[in-house]
């Protein structure tokens, strides 16, 4: 039987929000997906890059190829 539940993790287990017809020691398989708050804002990409204060050189990123795997292709 497959069902998608709404439930609430208090630090030790999921409860759900409505009652459920299954019997006590039923075995399930859990699939997490969270759910944001009405309130919760998602952190853009750039704020979060932002917030890390990275440091680098100043060609970071047209030479991202460089710094990452070495200067290892010739130009012909």
Known sequence: MLMTIDAIYDGESFLPVEPLALKPNTRVKITI???????????S????????????????????????????????
């Open 33 to 43: 997906e969270t759910l944001l708050n009405e309130n919760e804002e998602v952190a």
């Open 45 to 76: 990409f750039l704020a979060t890059a932002m917030s890390l204060q990275l440091e680098g050189p100043p060609d970071w990123s047209t030479n991202l190829d460089k710094y990452l795997y070495g200067d290892t292709h010739k130009e012909d």
